[in-house]
């Protein structure tokens, strides 16, 4: 966790800092050794949003791409429910940056909680993904960044985020990909290379929330 409150502000961890939980109030401790990403933790020892992710650098530097107050945000439904969303953007859009594995019953919650959001996922958890995903992809087509791919890898990368919500596998230096289409029986998609500033740039213009096409499971969101 990036923020905490500390007398009624948002403040970042610092050594020896305590504060409270944004969404629960709880006691939190600031967590800043020489090894570790600097980040508020609860004192109890369990985060109050059970959809929460152990921070890391990747975490860190997309959250960085965007304005702070833009970040963990809290969001209750009608039913008193709470969650808080990596990003949201004043347009309301959510981008939930997920590095471990979650369960499909998991993803379905949150993509029906958030409505409106994408994925960025982070594929060099495997190091084998983006070396695997370079051989089964086509070249780049000139203009417009598509590409058609047979996925041959053990992994479960694409059958893991088959969703109709938009999803961006950032594959590190082998580029930041969305996946158009994934079919699970023949394991061949489409894919479109975007740079990480040209989505971000997108997203804080409001220019667009990437819906248009769906995500991977979308029928019709060939290019």
């Not at 949150?110 to 995903?133: S, T």
């Amino acid at each position: 966790m990036r923020f905490a409150n500390i007398n009624g502000a948002r403040a970042e961890p610092a050594p020896t800092a305590k504060g409270s939980c944004p969404n629960c109030d709880g006691e939190v401790i600031a967590k800043c050794g020489k090894h570790v990403i600097w980040h508020w933790s609860h004192k109890s020892l369990t985060h109050c949003d059970q959809w929460w992710e152990n921070e890391g650098e990747w975490h860190r530097a997309w959250k960085n791409r965007f304005p702070a107050d833009w970040q963990e945000v809290i969001l209750q439904s009608t039913t008193g429910e709470r969650h808080v969303a990596d990003i949201r953007t004043p347009a309301g859009v959510v981008i939930e940056l997920q590095r471990s594995s979650i369960d499909p019953a998991e993803v379905h919650a949150r993509e029906a909680y958030y409505q409106n959001m994408i994925w960025v996922i982070d594929g060099c958890r495997n190091e084998f993904d983006p070396i695997n995903f370079g051989m089964a992809r086509s070249d780049v087509r000139t203009g417009n960044g598509y590409v058609g791919f047979r996925w041959a890898g053990r992994s479960k990368l694409f059958a893991r985020w088959h969703s109709t919500k938009p999803v961006f596998i950032d594959f590190g230096k082998a580029g930041f990909w969305r996946i158009c289409r994934y079919d699970l029986a023949t394991k061949r998609g489409a894919a479109q290379l975007m740079s990480p500033d040209r989505f971000t740039q997108l997203l804080i213009s409001a220019e667009t929330d990437f819906s248009q096409g769906g995500g991977p499971a979308t029928v019709d969101a060939a290019p």
